[in-house]
T-cell receptor
Framework: GAVVSQHPSRVICKSGTSVKIECRSL??????MFWYRQFPKKSLMLMAT?????????EQGVEKDKFLINHASLTLSTLTVTSAHPEDSSFYIC??????????FGPGTRLTVT | AQKITQTQPGMFVQEKEAVTLDCTYD???????LFWYKQPSSGEMIFLIY??????QNATEGRYSLNFQKARKSANLVISASQLGDSAMYFC????????????FGTGTSLTVIP
């Protein structure tokens, strides 16, 4: 199946700093990429949908100025958590979609803000 | 209203036995897709099986089968011959044509396979 990578897999940052998470589709061009957040033992919550070359669409309640999403190419989307706080600590998962129904998920990034 | 409902927070099954994980959904869109994903403790989401709303037959993928009851709006996952490696969280998800690309996920079922 299609492969989606995320980098880094784990990151620890200090409160007030920004951290960037990359999502790459390795063997296909992703017209659409999604960013999810997952709290421990909870379901995935869609944060935003990004289409290559256009602005991301954020879900209700997600601060677009805090969670900056850039989808600069058909194989790369980035999520930047700006001025991170401990409550931003979570598991962030991206997924990519080529054109059909299926989404391919990345392995996730565990963010810890101290 | 919840789009996807998984009523079993935790399930246990004996190794080599079959287990059914429940999933019901709510939609008025005639065109939709139903998915099951497995999430082991490592965190990655692994695609298991897909069922389209217009598919006449239940989807099967190896030891996984989807019991699609359209009138009841249920899409239960059946895992046959359970293996220890099947222990994980399992999520049911739905995508509606009308809402574009958005996936709706259930709250998940934690499956533990007992040796």
């Amino acid at each position: 199946g299609a492969v989606v990578s995320q980098h880094p897999s784990r990151v620890i940052c200090k409160s007030g700093t920004s951290v960037k998470i990359e999502c790459r589709s390795l063997d296909f061009q992703a017209t659409t990429m999604f960013w999810y957040r997952q709290f421990p033992k909870k379901s995935l919550m869609l944060m935003a949908t990004s289409n290559e070359g256009s602005k991301a669409t954020y879900e209700q309640g997600v601060e677009k100025d805090k969670f900056l999403i850039n989808h600069a190419s058909l194989t790369l989307s980035t999520l930047t958590v700006t001025s991170a706080h401990p409550e931003d600590s979570s598991f962030y998962i991206c997924s990519a979609k080529q054109g059909g129904d299926e989404q391919y998920f990345g392995p996730g990034t565990r963010l810890t803000v101290t | 209203a919840q789009k996807i409902t998984q009523t079993q927070p935790g399930m246990f099954v004996q190794e080599k036995e079959a287990v059914t994980l429940d999933c019901t959904y709510d939609t008025s869109d005639p065109s939709y897709g139903l998915f099951w994903y497995k999430q082991p403790s490592s965190g990655e989401m692994i695609f298991l099986i897909y069922q389209g709303s217009y598919d006449q037959q239940n989807a099967t993928e190896g030891r996984y089968s989807l019991n699609f009851q359209k009138a009841r709006k249920s899409a239960n996952l059946v895992i046959s011959a359970s293996q220890l490696g099947d222990s994980a969280m399992y999520f049911c998800a739905m995508r509606e044509r009308g809402t574009g690309n958005q996936f709706y996920f259930g709250t998940g079922t934690s499956l533990t396979v007992i040796p």
